[in-house]
């Protein structure tokens, strides 16, 4: 892990831009497969299934039946945790519907902004290390409160072409009946362009490796997307009153997703630092594998532990990484939190672990990662939902207000629209 002395704001930037690099070399590869699908469609796709994923599926195999949903069997306690997870996401979820709004000018017209539900999205659910069912809940819930009417599933089969039991659980009890056992940028592509068997969507939401999420922004454009997701990051504030085992626990707990996680330490006090990498050196031998190897790859290629001369800097610091997670492990994080303009999600004091919030206390764990905070948000009801706006312009607009719209055309050199407003003007009269 490396550890900085208050670091010079290039020396962060270059590390940060470091981290985008390995994306921008896969992009013409990823191009290459996203192309080729769109234009040859389903036999695209097969060859590429073949090609990149566990099991070499063909036509109908692609897509869970009927007989598989039933099939699966899983244990009650999974199902009653998952029941209060999704009790839990949908008490936080169900605060963020907007409403539609109506106005009334001065002189009789109207305007408006409706709401309406995206038709139709497509949740990716990453599979091989680990299975990410909650992943699935953190998508699949805030879509159902925006009444999407159509939510498709896609995720990678293991070796004997079958999806997790979990997964498959949660489709079944949240009504999701359309599931394609697929995953990588060739499946990113069917969703967003459509195959004979698999029926194109409007948004495609939910992370993925690198493959996906560079599919993900190619296809933008012609379908939506919730972001470009990176590797996970954790960056955590602490002074002299954290507890360094807490420190060293919660950066392990990040660096366990992969190899490519990354897990920043800031702090003010250098004896905090130092426990908490001694800390650190210790608690890796308590996971398992292949948590144990996996951690200390994360920690030894992306671990970092930064000194700064008070919180003050610190922040500063935050707002340039621009963090997917964020906890202050400090004495009063409120008076630091006005200060945080930029990262996905925010826990505050040393009970806050960032694994609440994988797993569902409330607020989303889809969140922007790569500094991408600093222009986008996690994953919220809003994401499968549109405005419209609506104008209804009245006679008495027209003939008291006309000429200040038509002003402001000719102002900008545009005579006809000018004269679109003046006809109606002559017309009334």
């Known amino acids: 892990?490396?550890?900085?002395?208050?670091?010079?704001?290039?020396?962060?930037?270059?590390?940060?831009?470091?981290?985008?690099?390995?994306?921008?070399?896969?992009?013409?590869?990823?191009?290459?497969?996203?192309?080729?699908?769109?234009?040859?469609?389903?036999?695209?796709?097969?060859k590429y299934i073949a090609m990149y994923e566990r099991c070499p599926l063909k036509g109908e195999q692609i897509t869970v039946s009927q007989e598989e949903f039933e099939s699966v069997k899983v244990e009650r306690e999974f199902e009653e945790v998952c029941e209060r997870l999704i009790e839990r996401l949908e008490r936080f979820h169900s605060m963020q519907l907007e409403r539609s709004l109506?106005?009334?000018?001065?002189?009789?017209?109207?305007?408006?902004?409706?709401?309406?539900?995206?038709?139709?999205?497509?949740?990716?659910?990453?599979?091989?290390?680990?299975?990410?069912?909650?992943?699935?809940?953190?998508?699949?819930?805030?879509?159902?409160?925006?009444?999407?009417?159509?939510?498709?599933?896609?995720?990678?089969?293991?070796?004997?072409?079958?999806?997790?039991?979990y997964v498959l659980q949660l489709c079944r009890r949240l009504g999701v009946k359309e599931v394609y056992k697929m995953g990588g940028a060739h499946a990113i592509a069917a969703l967003a362009y459509g195959t004979h068997l698999v029926k194109k969507?409007?948004?495609?939401?939910?992370?993925?490796?690198?493959?996906?999420?560079?599919?993900?922004?190619?296809?933008?454009?012609?379908?939506?997307?919730?972001?470009?997701?990176?590797?996970?990051?954790?960056?955590?504030?602490?002074?002299?009153?954290?507890?360094?085992?807490?420190?060293?626990?919660?950066?392990?707990?990040?660096?366990?997703?992969?190899?490519?996680?990354?897990?920043?330490?800031?702090?003010?006090?250098?004896?905090?630092?130092d426990k908490t990498l001694e800390e650190l050196a210790k608690q890796l031998n308590e996971p398992s594998e292949p948590n144990r190897s996996i951690a200390q790859a994360s920690l030894e290629r992306n671990g970092l532990s930064i000194l700064t001369k008070d919180l003050n800097n610190a922040?500063?610091?935050?707002?340039?990484?621009?963090?997917?997670?964020?906890?202050?492990?400090?004495?009063?994080?409120?008076?630091?939190?006005?200060?945080?303009?930029?990262?996905?999600?925010?826990?505050?004091?040393?009970?806050?672990?960032?694994?609440?919030?994988?797993?569902?206390?409330?607020?989303?764990?889809?969140l922007p990662t790569s500094t991408s905070s600093r222009f986008s948000s996690g994953l919220s009801v809003q994401d499968f939902l549109k405005r419209i706006f609506v104008t209804r312009v009245s006679e008495e607009e027209v003939l008291k207000e006309g000429r200040f719209y038509s002003t402001l055309a000719r102002l900008e050199g545009f005579e006809a629209h000018a004269r679109s407003i003046e006809v109606r003007m002559e017309g009334s009269r």
């Open 102 to 165: 109506w106005s009334l000018t001065e002189h009789g017209s109207f305007t408006a902004q409706l709401i309406r539900s995206i038709e139709s999205v497509a949740i990716y659910v990453p599979s091989g290390k680990k299975v990410y069912f909650s992943t699935f809940l953190m998508c699949a819930v805030p879509a159902k409160i925006a009444n999407v009417e159509r939510i498709v599933v896609a995720s990678p089969p293991d070796e004997e072409g079958k999806l997790s039991p």
């Open 315 to 366: 922040i500063e610091f935050v707002n340039l990484f621009a963090p997917e997670h964020l906890e202050l492990i400090v004495r009063d994080p409120f008076s630091l939190l006005p200060k945080v303009n930029n990262a996905g999600s925010v826990f505050l004091g040393s009970w806050s672990a960032e694994a609440f919030g994988d797993y569902g206390i409330g607020p989303n764990h889809v």
């Open 1 to 46: 892990m490396r550890v900085l002395v208050e670091p010079r704001k290039g020396q962060i930037l270059e590390i940060l831009e470091e981290r985008k690099r390995s994306f921008l070399n896969i992009e013409e590869n990823v191009k290459l497969i996203v192309n080729d699908v769109r234009k040859n469609g389903q036999s695209a796709l097969e």
């Open 201 to 273: 969507v409007d948004k495609i939401v939910g992370p993925g490796n690198a493959y996906v999420s560079c599919a993900k922004k190619l296809v933008f454009g012609d379908c939506g997307i919730d972001s470009v997701a990176g590797p996970t990051e954790l960056l955590i504030v602490a002074d002299e009153t954290a507890d360094p085992k807490l420190t060293a626990i919660d950066m392990l707990a990040q660096a366990e997703h992969d190899e490519m996680a990354m897990s920043v330490l800031l702090t003010n006090d250098e004896d905090l630092l």
